[in-house]
């Protein structure tokens, strides 16, 4: 059938045909039809039923003629039907309206309780420009849809200097809805936090919501006034909540203040605050933090996640028995323990380890590298500069599965992190993973290359078959390697140039 004959057909279907026809005819009709059709799609978003008055909203949208969906669509995306405000919204952003009418309508339906209509308005706006009903999308920040919460709260921060949406985030701090006030006191500004420092204070210690209680001791804790401080501290030393006491204890870390010690370690063994509690004592330190932090590594009944933090903590205290504190942890059965104890083993790296602890350090590290993939990094970091772990880290390079294991171990026998009696014999190592199929691999493979020719000063045996070999990786489909190798080749030029 012929474009025109189509038009006539979906023409005569809106005057006589039946609800379902009229509402295909509709929606036809915007597909095909052109300009001088326009005023026949508003009359039929007059219709009775209401999926005709869908069927034309979605045809005005397709017929691309913006002044007559002006006409239409604001009172449309108002309907009862929420298929109609549905594909009415749509129309507009597709036909880019932006008149009053239709930035009233869309901030009405930020207040829809369809929440497609609620995103549908929420990104209109946003690409509008405006905030649309202020209050509407305040509320919105705490929607349980979680496609609807998040962009409120990017919207909400675009928009936080206008004085109406600064108003209503103060109102809605003071008197909002549990879930929406909390972020609201989140994204208070520093001036309102001030203003409203009194009642916050009450908030702290009498409002029955831990989650409100949590974000204004969130935005206590950015004020810097002696009687602030000290509110949170009398707060953490009343509180029962295990929620409270770990945003407390975590915000209060920074001061270092020896009133945490008493307080945090009523906390120690506690599963879900006792964490907080140990990064808190380890912050502090001194006699008292190292005796309690001692304790939980050496008590088997200390939770795993305190376990794991208490670990890193006394890493990062550098105390003497440190080492041999955490060696042992590597081996626990809970991989988040092992991380803590590789952490706090990392820090001790920093400051560099004592002469005795290094090869105990190497072996037991080189043993773990490829058990849990994710903390090869810190291991790697660990074990960097130690030259004790170089025999281990030769043996692990070719029987390891686990390619980020193989190029950590690569990386660690390059010449440019430790060197032993054995680096002058470390090339064909590298030169063997030239042709991994793991692209860091080779990476690290002829990065090694490089630094052992200009560690040693020598040529390599073989040079013209390892030359033709890093010319083969011109091809290679990683940018890295293709620029490593040609570093290499400059390396081996300049040596013999010497």
Not at 288 to 293: D, F
Not at 457 to 486: I, K, M, N, Q
């Amino acid at each position: 059938m012929a474009t025109e004959h189509q038009v006539a057909f979906f023409l005569r279907e809106l005057e006589t045909g039946d609800t379902w026809r009229r509402a295909a005819a509709a929606k036809g009709l915007g597909k095909l039809g052109g300009t001088e059709h326009a005023a026949v799609l508003v009359r039929a978003a007059a219709d009775p039923a209401p999926e005709v008055r869908e069927g034309a909203a979605v045809g005005l949208g397709r017929l691309g003629v913006p002044e007559a969906g002006a006409e239409v669509l604001p009172a449309l995306m108002g309907d009862d039907d929420p298929w109609v405000r549905r594909r009415a919204s749509l129309a507009s952003i597709r036909l880019g309206l932006s008149d009053r009418e239709v930035v009233d309508a869309y901030a009405r339906l930020l207040g829809d309780p369809d929440h497609h209509l609620r995103i549908n308005a929420l990104e209109a706006l946003r690409e509008l420009g405006v905030p649309g009903d202020v209050p509407a999308l305040v509320r919105l920040m705490s929607d349980p849809a979680h496609r609807l919460s998040g962009p409120a709260w990017a919207m909400v921060w675009d928009f936080h200097k206008d004085p109406d949406v600064e108003a209503e985030l103060v109102r809605t701090a003071q008197w909002g809805e549990d879930a929406v006030r909390a972020r609201a006191l989140l994204m208070l500004a520093d001036q309102a936090t001030e203003r409203l420092l009194p009642s916050l204070l009450r908030v702290l210690t009498d409002d029955p919501s831990t989650e409100v209680r949590r974000a204004v001791a969130f935005r206590l804790a950015r004020v810097k006034r002696p009687e602030v401080q000290d509110a949170l501290f009398a707060t953490l030393e009343a509180e029962r909540d295990p929620e409270m006491a770990t945003q407390l204890l975590f915000l209060l870390e920074g001061s270092r203040d020896e009133r945490l010690l008493e307080l945090a370690s009523r906390w120690l063994s506690e599963e879900r605050a006792g964490p907080s509690a140990a990064v808190a004592l380890g912050s502090v330190g001194g006699r008292t933090a190292t005796k309690l932090l001692r304790a939980a590594l050496t008590d088997p009944a200390t939770p795993t996640c305190t376990l794991a933090a208490a670990a890193k903590a006394y890493g990062e205290m550098g105390r003497w028995d440190a080492v041999w504190l955490l060696l042992p942890l590597l081996d626990h059965a809970a991989p988040e323990v092992c991380g803590g104890a590789l952490r706090g083993l990392d820090a001790m790296a920093d400051a560099g380890f004592r002469p005795w602890e290094r090869a105990a350090v190497a072996r037991a590290l080189v043993a773990r590298l490829g058990v849990d993939a994710t903390l090869v990094w810190v291991a790697e970091s660990v074990l960097t500069n130690l030259a004790e772990a170089l025999p281990g880290l030769r043996e692990l390079v070719d029987r390891t599965p686990s390619p980020s294991v193989r190029a950590a171990a690569l990386s660690l026998l390059d010449p440019h992190n430790a060197t032993d009696s054995g680096t002058p014999h470390d090339l064909p190592l590298f030169v063997r993973h030239l042709d991994d199929a793991n692209t860091g691999v080779r990476q690290a493979a002829v990065q090694g290359i490089t630094h052992w020719v200009e560690e040693t000063g020598t040529l390599p045996s073989g040079e013209e078959r390892l030359r033709a070999r890093l010319t083969a990786l011109d091809s290679d489909p990683s940018d890295f390697v293709r620029e490593a190798a040609a570093q290499t080749l400059r390396a081996l030029d300049d040596c013999r140039n010497n």
